[in-house]
């Protein structure tokens, strides 16, 4: 099945439609990654349409909330895809403070629990004291993971680095970040130690930083 309706349904915000495409998808044994793949190619669409004020902040939130939706249907899927059920390690996830995105974190989250990680996810609009405090809570977590999708949010994800290195804890975990506008110049320079371009690369990162 081709998993190009799914795309075209979702920028059209067809919303019945694209769950029947979905579940179709999912009978003919279309991967949780491929439908995930469809609708991520949606959302930048989106975003790209908005830019060009072809679109509104409703339809963002709209084409968000067929997502979300798309995400629960899949849920099973991608966790079955990475073999849920192991725990390899710990991560501290969340958006960054101005920011409220949380689709990106999202996919992250279950892309890491569903690869045997376990995610302490600390939400939206989180600011740097909160990340302090949850790794002081969880002194055996070495990875961090900070969602960004607004540029005007790249402030406060240099401050959440400069908060965990004040606290003392800078050496204890690896910070990635990630999120539409990120780049590796951005991450290098908000002082994180990797830049994840999407899910997948989060994981294979978490991954080498506990060597499994
Ligand atoms: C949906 C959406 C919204 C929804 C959010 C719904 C939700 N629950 O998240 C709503 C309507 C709330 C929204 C609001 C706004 N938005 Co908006 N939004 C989008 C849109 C269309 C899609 C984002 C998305 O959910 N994608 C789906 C996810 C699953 O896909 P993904 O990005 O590929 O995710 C992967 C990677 O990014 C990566 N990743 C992400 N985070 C992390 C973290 C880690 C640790 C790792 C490892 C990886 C990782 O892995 C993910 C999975 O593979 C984007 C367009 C875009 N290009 O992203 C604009 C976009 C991000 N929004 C934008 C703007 C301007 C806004 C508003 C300011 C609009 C306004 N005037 O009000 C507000 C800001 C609100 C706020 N304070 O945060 C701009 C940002 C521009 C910029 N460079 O700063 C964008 C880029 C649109 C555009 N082209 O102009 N938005």
Do not use: W
């Not at 998993?3 to 949780?32: N, Q």
């Not at 600390?122 to 960004?148: I, Q, T, Y």
């Not at 965990?164 to 951005?186: F, H, L, N, W, Y």
């Amino acid at each position: 099945m081709n998993t190009k309706k799914i795309t075209e349904l979702l920028v059209e915000l067809e919303e019945d439609k694209v769950y029947d495409a979905v579940d179709e998808a999912i009978a003919a044994g279309v991967s949780g990654r491929e439908i995930l793949k469809a609708s991520q190619a949606a959302m930048a669409t989106i975003g790209e349409m908005y830019k060009r004020e072809e679109a509104f902040v409703a339809d963002m939130m709209f084409a968000g909330e067929i997502m979300r939706n798309i995400l629960t249907r899949i849920q099973p899927l991608l966790e079955k895809e990475g073999g849920k059920g192991a725990t390899l390690g710990k991560a501290i996830i969340g958006t960054v403070k101005g920011d409220i995105h949380d689709l990106g974190k999202d996919v992250v989250m279950i892309a890491l629990e569903g690869n045997g990680f376990e995610v302490i996810d600390l939400g939206v609009d989180v600011p740097p004291e909160k990340f302090v405090e949850a790794l002081k809570n969880n002194p055996d977590a070495k990875v961090v993971g900070l969602s960004v999708f607004l540029t005007s949010a790249f402030p406060s994800t240099e401050k959440t680095v400069k908060a965990i290195a004040d606290s003392g804890k800078r050496g204890q975990v690896k910070i990635m970040v990630g999120g539409a506008p990120v780049t590796e110049v951005v991450a290098r320079e908000t002082g994180c130690d990797y830049f994840a371009e999407d899910a997948a690369a989060g994981v294979s990162f978490t991954r080498s930083v506990y060597g499994v």
